[in-house]
């Protein structure tokens, strides 16, 4: 595989951003990413089953996560674990995140932000 920066994948979308913050702490089957998401966005970010497993498929040619072994729990669930260079992406995607923060608050767009 051709050397590419880490950050050439930049900008992830959203569903891959939050797929990659699922998996930080360790591998998941994919029930349990789309439950993480939908806990941690409170259902701002509609995922559907569908939606999920093609992000899946494409985080995984991507080299940003990999299959794991099946769940010992449930064979039929494939586990899903984060790369060294998916973790390097979610960070850089967080780096890049957090600019556009910085941006918005010097511009005085969030709440909070005084004129």
């Given at each position: 595989m051709p050397f590419k920066p880490d950050d050439a994948?930049?900008?992830l979308t959203p569903i891959s951003f939050e797929i990659l913050l699922a998996l930080v702490?360790?591998?998941?089957?994919g029930y349990a990413i789309l439950q993480a998401v939908e806990r941690r966005l409170d259902?701002?970010?509609p995922l559907r089953t569908g939606t999920l497993y093609?992000?899946?498929a494409r985080l995984v040619d991507e080299g940003l996560i990999v299959e794991a072994?099946?769940?010992?729990?449930?064979?039929?669930r494939r586990l899903y674990r984060l790369t060294a260079a998916g973790r390097r992406a979610a960070r850089a995607e967080a780096e890049r995140l957090a600019d556009q923060v910085a941006a918005a608050r010097a511009h005085k767009l969030l709440p909070g932000d005084r004129r």
């Open positions: 994948i930049l900008p702490d360790g591998g998941q089957h259902h701002r970010l093609r992000a899946l072994a099946s769940d010992p729990a449930d064979e039929r």
